[in-house]
Nanobody
Framework: QVQLVESGGGLVQAGGSLRLSCAAS????????MGWFRQAPGKEREFAAI????????NYADSVKGRFTISRDNAKNTVYLQMNSLKPEDTAIYYC?????????????????WGQGTQVTVSS
């Protein structure tokens, strides 16, 4: 069983930066794809970024490409999301998730384990 705990959210002004962390416990995650999703009030959960187990393969939603960077430190069992040039429309609860299967999947149903989420609020 894998437990995922996100941290690093908060309130930031537009144009600012935040770095989210997702610490995993209960099992090593180095063999698995990890993703970041987000959910704004009244909206469906949407894909933001994904990284392969070895960190070589990454993919991003068009809405965050060029501003967000996903990375991982397998020695620490932790995945990060560096968010730069934040916009008010980035405001959401951000979740990390683990996928046991292969491939850069961007649908929430493809992920078996989820964290509890961390709130990111970007003021204009």
């Amino acid at each position: 069983q894998v437990q995922l705990v996100e941290s690093g959210g908060g309130l930031v002004q537009a144009g600012g930066s935040l770095r989210l962390s997702c610490a995993a416990s209960g099992s090593t995650t180095r063999d698995y794809y990890m993703g970041w999703f987000r959910q704004a009030p009244g909206k469906e959960r949407e894909f933001a970024a994904i990284i392969s187990g070895n960190g070589v393969f990454r993919n991003y939603a068009d809405s965050v490409k060029g501003r967000f960077t996903i990375s991982r430190d397998n020695a620490k069992n932790t995945v990060y999301l560096q968010m730069n040039s934040l916009k008010p429309e980035d405001t959401a609860i951000y979740y990390c998730a683990l996928r046991r299967g292969g491939g850069l999947r961007d649908t929430p149903s493809s992920y078996e384990y989820w964290g509890q989420g961390t709130q990111v609020t970007v003021s204009s």
